[in-house]
């Protein structure tokens, strides 16, 4: 049975909603695993938002681990940094994980920390995609007249984003009611474009194709480590068979999680 450390700023609706995804799915018994601990940044009382994250931890009866990062100044500087991941590391230890899921996590992981854990974080671009966050990698589709992007959940390492994948899915940016959005953009320049900002219809609708990916390929990613079809061992991906993989291909996969979620409403 797979063990996690679930790490989370707690920042918002999405943090909670993912957290209670993956609990329900393991208490079905769709993941073979339990989440071992979670652990925030955020204190109690420190902000709204994080304060109903770490009410949901504890109603789900899950050992809670908490130490402020504003607090600690942990990105003040590099040293800094690695003592707040020190210190978290030795927070941790006795809970023994054996990887760990960055899931809404705000802060940037060290070297340290990258060798000492597996860790898992969601990234909103396919391997080889664009880099950078979900609204840099939108600006990025767009300005390349993409005809298609994805999802990945890949391993961290102290290079942002270029970890490598563990799994991921791919879907198409043409067809259907995004060929009307293409061709609007397509008439106008970039300049006028980019004013626009993220309301421009074209961007919001990438961004629901993205979302709506997200959280089947981590429940997906979770399932396939918890069966043993992808592995994780000295920072490799392997096969079922201990072959290393270029990632797990999970677009199959997701797309028919998607159509049923459509069939049944």
């Not at 681990?65 to 990105?75: D, G, L, Q």
């Not at 800094?80 to 054996?98: C, G, N, P, S, V």
Request: proline share 6%.
């Amino acid at each position: 049975m797979l063990r996690l450390g679930w790490l989370s700023t707690g920042r918002d609706k999405a943090a909670r909603d993912l957290l209670t995804t993956v609990y329900e799915a393991i208490q079905r018994k769709e993941i073979k695993g339990r989440i071992a601990f979670v652990f925030s940044n955020r204190e109690p009382g420190e902000d709204r938002e994080s304060d109903l994250f770490l009410e949901l931890v504890k109603s789900y009866k899950l050992p809670l681990v908490t130490f402020s990062s504003a607090r600690f100044r942990s990105t003040s500087s590099p040293a800094r940094r690695l003592e707040y991941d020190r210190q978290i590391m030795k927070r941790i230890a006795r809970f023994r994980a054996e990887l760990l899921v960055l899931a809404g996590y705000m802060l940037i992981v060290g070297e340290e920390m990258c060798q000492r854990f597996p860790m898992l974080n969601l990234h909103p671009a396919p391997p080889g995609g664009p880099r950078g966050t979900w609204q840099e990698v939108i600006w990025q589709l767009l300005r390349e007249r993409a005809q298609g992007s994805g999802v990945m959940v890949h391993l961290v390492t102290p290079q942002l984003d270029q970890g490598p994948p563990v799994a991921y899915c791919t879907y198409p940016l043409r067809g259907g009611d995004l060929d009307p959005l293409w061709r609007e953009v397509e008439k106008r320049p970039w300049e006028e474009i980019t004013r626009t900002g993220e309301g421009l219809p074209l961007f919001q609708a990438i961004r629901r194709e993205g979302l709506k990916r997200e959280f089947p390929l981590i429940l997906a990613t979770l399932r396939a480590l918890g069966e043993g079809d992808a592995k994780i061992k000295d920072g490799q991906v392997l096969d079922k068979n201990g072959r290393a993989i270029p990632g797990y291909d999970l677009t199959g996969e997701i797309e028919k999680a998607l159509a049923e979620r459509g069939s049944h409403g």
